[in-house]
């Protein structure tokens, strides 16, 4: 749909968004899912990230933990979706309650992390997939160019980002394909990923220790270990490990959270979907869409955690998850879904198990891609941004010009991401950046019902708990868990910053990204004050659908 010939006096682009309502509940609950926390991509590698930073750290009540704190974000989200059902998410809604500047920056910082995101699962896909598979499949067929290949593919940085804008390239061809085609790709490759992480589950459950120890102690003799190679792999590290969790050791599960949150803190994006989710202004539905993603997500990483605990124990994991562990022999890293095959060692089931982590990445892609696409289309629509970026293509019903934009900006990102930080730092970065918009959205949801009464009252949000509107109760809530995951950061330099003295990235991170969100707001105002455009008018009303 081109945007010449269109009178300045009109408010936004065009009167219709050209987007369509094409999103399933089923797509939204997959789309949250796989943002959140992709279980097998997940348990791949981050989780046991915190086994051997935090000696002792209790993976599932942390977990646990994680479930609780964010029900009450879900719920202010749920509540925010259902009221203003538009494309933007909270953009939308703190434009019209706040201020407009407000909203660029709460949007700024969410569409970053969902930048900082694609960027992380792109890089995963040859570090965390394509290599492991590769070394795996070299090591059971015995082909060394296999294990070459996959080598290169997780220490190479020009592998690693030819392999991340293999990626990237086939998520900009989805999203240029239109929302149905891109989801019907999130829900194909979801659907393998999770049977082949439920494969490995099986495995694990049947499997017993004695035969994991019997097969890692086979294998790493291929590869010049001696003896007893399971317990080297623990004796080698046994002073900065635990043998056991221990969830009374606070300064080793409260960091765990944060890394638990770091996936799971996300349940609720499926509101950059509202704009083109079937009957977005249903609160259940949102609720029911977000809840079922939390849920499934917390059941399956405490299942996964404890299985791989039954059979290859709580110290191995810890000590193989240590950085340059010298026991640890095998080419392959120590990943779950190859420590999962290892267990029984029959050539069918790696085929499968390993095999099936290669279609993680791209549906955890999806909602990191959509999400900042409909933030660049948002602006436009509100003329904060070129009215070219809210081009929508009369076939694919896609925003091209939006995708175009921000995947050229995900590139960049590869780039920057393989060669200046860690995998940890880079998801770090990703959650501080969705404080800012939390914490935003937080004042938006509190302040709702007295400074928008007339869409507050007839709003899905107009719900009472005991006489006080619920937001009120969320709303504050769910600022302290953000607080908490920001002092987190700060107590525990190894989620992110590395060093104590390091401590001020974090502050002038978040107010970095906070004053390029303001910067964004007021050059566009000034811009089109000089075209004779008046920007405030456009946020005295929702923008149409």
């Known amino acids: 749909m081109s945007t010449e010939a269109r009178g300045e006096q009109q408010l936004f682009v065009r009167k219709s968004t050209g987007l369509v309502r094409e999103a399933s509940a089923f797509d939204a609950m997959v789309f949250n899912a796989v943002f959140s926390a992709p279980v097998g991509a997940t348990l791949a590698w981050g989780v046991f990230f915190a086994l051997s930073a935090f000696p002792g750290a209790d993976l599932v009540t942390a977990t646990l933990i994680s479930l609780v704190i964010n029900i009450p974000i879900v719920i202010m989200m749920s509540l925010m979706a259902s009221s203003m059902p538009r494309t933007g998410g909270d953009y939308v809604w703190v434009s019209r309650i706040l201020s407009p500047p407000l909203a660029t920056v709460s949007n700024f910082a969410a569409a970053f992390s969902g930048m900082i995101g694609a960027t992380f699962w792109a890089r995963y896909f040859p570090v965390f997939a394509l290599g492991p598979t590769l070394v795996t499949f070299g ?214 198990i390993v095999g099936s982590f290669l279609f993680w990445s791209l549906p955890a892609m999806v909602g990191n891609s959509f999400m900042p696409v409909r933030t660049v289309f948002a602006w436009a629509f509100d003329r904060l941004l070129p009215a070219k970026l809210a081009d929508v293509n009369d076939r694919t019903h896609s925003p091209i010009p939006a995708i175009l934009t921000v995947m050229s900006l995900v590139t960049a990102m590869l780039v920057w991401s393989v060669l200046a930080t860690t995998f940890q730092t880079w998801l770090a970065l990703g959650v501080l950046a969705g404080v800012v918009c939390i914490w935003i959205v937080c004042v938006a949801a509190f302040t709702f019902p007295n400074r928008r009464p007339d869409l507050y009252q007839a709003s899905p949000a107009n719900v009472t708990w005991f006489g006080v509107p619920v937001l009120k109760i969320v709303a504050p809530l769910s600022f302290l868990v953000m607080a908490f995951l920001v002092y987190d950061t700060l107590k525990y330099p190894a989620l992110a910053i590395g060093t104590e003295s390091h401590w001020w990235y974090v502050p002038v991170f978040m107010g970095a990204t906070s004053a390029f969100g303001l910067l964004v707001y007021y050059l566009a105002k000034a811009v089109r004050k000089s075209q004779g455009v008046d920007l405030d008018l456009v946020y005295r009303e929702l923008p149409p659908e």
């Not at 035969?211 to 623990?234: C, E, M, P, T, W």
């Not at 949150?261 to 989710?277: A, I, K, Q």
């Open 139 to 352: 090591i059971f067929f015995h082909n060394n160019t296999m294990i070459t290949w996959g080598n290169n593919f997780q220490t190479d940085h020009t592998w690693i980002f030819l392999g991340g804008l293999f990626m990237i390239l086939l998520m900009t061809a989805l999203l240029i394909g239109g929302t149905k085609t891109t989801f019907r790709w999130q829900n194909t490759f979801w659907i393998i990923a999770s049977a082949g992480t439920f494969l490995a589950f099986i495995v694990l459950a049947v499997g017993s220790s004695n035969s994991f120890r019997n097969q890692f102690d086979k294998l790493s003799a291929r590869f010049g270990s001696h003896g007893n190679a399971y317990q080297q792999v623990i004796n080698t590290v046994h002073n900065s490990i635990a043998t056991h969790p221990s969830a009374g050791t606070w300064s080793s599960t409260l960091p765990a959270v944060f890394v638990i949150m770091t996936f799971m803190m996300w349940n609720w994006w499926s509101v950059y979907l509202s704009g083109e989710l079937k009957s977005a202004s249903n609160r259940n539905r949102h609720l029911k869409i977000m809840f079922t993603a939390l849920i499934w997500d917390v059941v399956f990483i405490i299942i996964g955690v404890l299985l791989i605990y039954k059979v290859a124990g709580y110290a191995f994991m810890s000590a193989v998850n240590t950085s340059g562990n010298a026991a640890y022999k095998i080419p392959s890293g120590p990943w779950y879904h190859f420590l999962a095959a290892l267990t029984v060692n029959v050539p069918v089931l790696t085929v499968l």
